[in-house]
């Protein structure tokens, strides 16, 4: 795929979302960094129900690590390997009060040195509690830089650095958004909706769905 197309595709996906934005709810850096990593092998929409219960009583780390492994479970019990979770999340939030001041840190080291943060969470912070122009490469993101040509790769950190370098500067920061939705709700794994593209005519898919 070369630059030309590559730009018009971003160009078109900004079009059709001007402002994209996660569909996680959260209204503070902490609050993300919980909901991102319960968000492993786990929808949105299933974090988002607990999450408006959990943060109801609790929405900083030391309110948290208030509530004990047991009673941050019984709010998130019906997200998968909440146990795992559960314990990351108290580690994490001993980490923040005892290192950070309480306050979740804007460096991919100390974000990383975090339990359960790994790189994809990692950049979903720092682009979008912090502004950084990273790009967080899930499977959704894995799958549609693939299909369509515009970064493929073997494996997610090779797709990451293809982005990074190949994705036009001024679409660089809303990009993991774009491509995120854009595989979550059109181009879908099983059978993409290509009858409904917007880069239909750009995309180098070669079995493209008609209808």
Not at 71 to 77: E, N, S
Not at 161 to 169: A, G, I, N, T
């Amino acid at each position: 795929m070369n630059a030309q197309k590559r730009r018009e595709i971003f160009a078109r996906l900004k079009q059709a979302n001007p402002r994209p934005i996660t569909e996680l709810k959260y209204r503070t850096p902490f609050e993300l960094l919980v909901c991102v990593i319960l968000s492993a092998q786990a929808t949105d929409k299933s974090v988002n129900k607990a999450t408006a219960e959990l943060f109801k009583v609790a929405r900083t780390p030391t309110q948290i690590l208030g509530l004990g492994l047991r009673g941050l479970k019984r709010y998130i019990k019906t997200i998968g390997l909440y146990n795992t979770k559960a314990a990351n999340i108290l580690n994490t939030c001993r980490l923040l009060v005892e290192q950070h001041g309480g306050r979740v840190p804007d460096t991919r080291e100390a974000l990383e040195s975090l339990p359960g943060v790994g790189r994809k969470t990692a950049n979903v912070l720092l682009n979008t509690a912090f502004g950084q122009p990273t790009i967080a490469v899930d499977t959704h993101i894995f799958r549609v830089a693939n299909r369509t040509g515009i970064a493929p790769g073997k494996n997610v950190l090779a797709v990451e650095r293809r982005l990074l370098r190949l994705v036009p500067e001024e679409y660089r920061h809303d990009a993991h958004h774009w491509l995120i939705l854009h595989g979550r709700y059109t181009c879908i794994a099983r059978k993409p909706r290509c009858f409904e593209c917007v880069i239909y005519d750009l995309c180098e898919y070669g079995a493209k769905v008609v209808a």
